[in-house]
C-alpha cells in the first residue's frame, strides 16, 4: 500500500567545534554557577540569549575564546530534520516519500542548510523562509573532557523558528500515513499546539509519531515539576483546519509512539527515578514508548494500540559502535545526531511495515523497528555532526545494515 511520512519541527545548523577545553580559563569565565542561571556546562543547552545575560556580552564575542582554534564542521542538525533526512535515505527507492515542514532565515546559513538539505532524498519544499537568523546550536566538544571520554555543550539560538505555528503545516500536511513531530521544545508555537496537531492527525488515521528533545524553556519555568508535552493550544495561529485544540495532557493519547532520552523521560514525567517514570508513561494514554539511555540498554514498551504488545524491556546498544570508539585507529565522529537518527531509524523501518500492510491494530513490531533504530545511532557515531551525505543512492542504508546484522549477531538473532 502506498504510504507517506510527514514531518515536523526543529530543524537548524549545528556549528560544530571540535576542540574545545572546558578546563580552560575562558570557559570557567562563561560556565555555569547554579542551575538555570544562563551558564554554559558540559552536557547541556542554554540560548545564546540567556549566555549573553549572564555574561552581558554578546555570544558573537563570547565564542571565539571558548571555541578552539579548530575551524567549525557546518552540518545540519536537529531532532526532526535530522530523523527525517535518515528515514529518506533509508527508504529511497521504496516509493515511500519523506518531507519535513518548518523554518529557516533569509540569511547565509539558511541558503547553505537548503543546499546541503538538496543533497539528500529529503522533499523539503515545505521549509519555509522566514526573515531573520536561521536557527543554529553551536555545539562545543571536548574530546578529551571526562578522563578522555569526552562531552559537549550547546548554544542554541532559535532565530526564525520562533515564528513557526502550526497554522504554516497547511491542509495537505495531515494527509500522511505517518505524521512525525520531533524537538518541537525548539519550536515554541509549534510545541504549544502539539496536543492538537497530534489529535487532528490521528483523526485522520495517520500513525503519530513523537521524538522530545530537552525541554530548556520548560525547566526555566519550573525545575521541578514535569513538563507539559506541548501546550494548551497553538500560539498566535490555529489548526490549518478546524480541528480539536486539547490540553497537553492529551498528546500522549494522540501518540502512537513516544521517542525520548533518559533524561527527558524523568522530566516529562515528572519523577525522581526512571522505574517510576517507566509506571508513568505505561500510564500516560501512549500507545507505545522508547527510551534511550546512552551506553546503557535502550528500554522500550508497548502497550494496546497500532503495536503488539510487549512489557518494558531492554535492548542492548551496539557492541560494534562501543568497540570502535575505545579503539584510536577507528574513524573518529562524535554523538550528535545519535538519538535524531535512532528515531529516524525506527521511523523508517515503521514505514516500510505500513508499506507491508500491517496498518491493523496490534500488528506493528517494535521490536524490529528497534533493530534499525540502534543500528543507525551506532553508525552516525563514525562521523562528525548527525546528517550523513551518500556519494550515491543506498549507500548509507548499506553501511546501516551492517551494523544491524553486527547487533542481531550479538543479540542471538532476536
Known amino acids: 500500500m502506498p504510504v507517506r511520512i510527514a514531518g515536523a519541527g526543529c530543524c537548524l545548523m549545528d556549528i560544530l567545534y571540535p576542540k574545545a577545553d572546558f578546563s580552560s580559563a575562558a570557559f570557567a569565565w562563561v560556565r555555569s554557577r547554579r542551575e538555570g542561571d544562563g551558564g554554559l556546562s558540559p552536557g547541556r543547552l542554554v540560548f545564546a540569549e540567556d549566555a549573553e545575560l549572564f555574561t552581558g556580552r554578546p555570544f558573537s564575542d563570547i565564542l571565539p575564546a571558548i571555541a578552539g582554534s579548530v575551524p567549525p564542521a557546518l552540518n545540519v542538525g536537529g531532532p526532526s530534520v ?19 515542514s518548518g523554518a529557516t532565515g533569509d540569511d547565509g546559513i539558511g541558503r547553505d542548510l537548503r543546499e546541503k538539505l538538496a543533497r539528500t532524498p529529503l522533499d523539503a519544499s515545505r521549509l519555509r523562509t522566514l526573515p531573520g537568523r536561521t536557527p543554529s546550536t553551536f555545539v562545543l566538544s571536548d574530546p578529551l573532557w571526562d578522563s578522555g571520554r569526552g562531552e559537549r555543550c550547546f548554544v542554541n539560538d532559535i532565530g526564525a523558528a520562533e515564528r513557526f505555528l502550526p497554522s504554516d503545516l497547511g491542509e495537505g500536511f495531515f494527509d500522511a500515513d505517518l505524521v512525525a513531530l520531533g524537538g518541537t521544545a525548539l ?7 502539539l496536543p492538537g496537531v497530534l489529535a487532528l492527525a490521528r483523526s485522520r488515521g495517520a500513525l503519530t509519531f513523537v521524538n522530545t528533545v530537552f525541554d530548556f524553556r520548560a525547566e526555566r519555568r519550573d525545575p521541578i515539576g514535569a513538563w507539559p508535552l506541548g501546550g494548551p493550544a497553538p500560539i498566535g495561529g490555529t489548526l490549518p483546519v478546524g480541528g480539536p ?25 515528572g519523577e525522581r527515578d526512571f522505574a517510576s517514570a517507566l509506571r508513568f508513561f505505561e500510564g500516560s494514554g501512549v500507545g507505545a514508548f522508547v527510551v534511550s539511555r546512552g ?3 535502550v528500554v522500550a514498551w508497548s502497550g494496546l494500540g497500532r503495536f503488539a504488545p510487549f512489557p518494558a524491556r ?3 546498544v551496539s557492541g560494534r559502535a562501543a568497540r570502535a570508539r575505545s579503539d584510536p585507529s577507528s574513524p573518529r565522529g562524535d554523538t550528535t545526531g545519535c538519538g535524531d537518527a535512532f528515531a529516524g531509524g525506527i521511523l523508517a523501518s515503521l514505514a516500510l ?37 551518500e556519494s550515491k543512492p543506498g549507500e548509507k542504508r548499506e553501511k546501516v545494515r551492517s551494523y544491524r546484522d553486527d547487533w542481531l549477531d550479538q543479540v542471538g538473532g532476536a
Open 82 to 100: 535530522v530523523a527525517l533526512v535518515h528515514a529518506a535515505q533509508m527508504l529511497e527507492g521504496e516509493g515511500i516519500p519523506v518531507a519535513f
Open 187 to 193: 519550536v515554541p508555537g509549534l510545541h504549544e499546539g
Open 245 to 269: 485544540s486539547p490540553g497537553p495532557r492529551e498528546s500522549y493519547e494522540s501518540c502512537d509512539l513516544l521517542v525520548m532520552d533518559r533524561d527527558e523521560a524523568l522530566r516529562l514525567s
Open 295 to 297: 551506553g546503557d540498554p
Open 314 to 316: 531492554e535492548f542492548p
Open 353 to 389: 511495515q505500513l508499506k507491508a500492510g500491517r496498518a491493523v491494530e496490534g500488528s506493528l513490531d517494535l521490536a524490529g523497528a528497534l533493530s534499525w533504530g540502534i543500528a543507525a545511532g551506532a553508525f552516525t557515531l563514525s562521523f562528525l555532526g548527525g546528517t550523513y551525505y
